[in-house]
């Protein structure tokens, strides 16, 4: 069983940045591949990032290749997601999800965050 929590959305400008964690308080989180999903409004949940469980591979999608950046830190149980150069597409409810495979499929993921709203204006 893995509890995520995910924390840092908020409203940010076009162009700005943005800094998401994604916290668990059980022993076992470092034993776990991380990735982050968003998801807007009529759209279908969008792979984003993952970093394998020791963090020596991170994935990202294309769409944020090169803005967004995965990393994690197994002694706080948590993972991070630096978002810069944010545009309003980017505008969604972000998810940090748990699995033992490092995947871009979101069903094949256990455990699932609440998520956080990450809103970026023009």
């Known amino acids: 069983q893995l509890q995520l929590v995910e924390s840092g959305g908020g409203l940010v400008q076009a162009g700005g940045s943005l800094s998401l964690s994604c916290a668990a308080s059980e022993r076992t989180f470092s034993t776990y591949n991380i990735g982050w999903f968003r998801q807007s409004p009529g759209k279908e949940r969008e792979f984003v990032a993952a970093?394998?469980?020791?963090?020596?591979?991170?994935y990202y999608g294309d769409s944020v290749k090169g803005r967004f950046t995965i990393s994690r830190d197994n002694a706080k149980k948590t993972v991070y997601l630096q978002m810069n150069s944010l545009k309003p597409e980017d505008t969604a409810v972000y998810y940090c999800a748990g699995g033992r495979s490092v995947v871009t499929a979101a069903p094949l993921y256990n455990y699932w965050g609440q998520g956080t709203q990450v809103t970026v204006s023009s």
């Open positions: 970093i394998t469980w020791i963090g020596s591979n991170a």
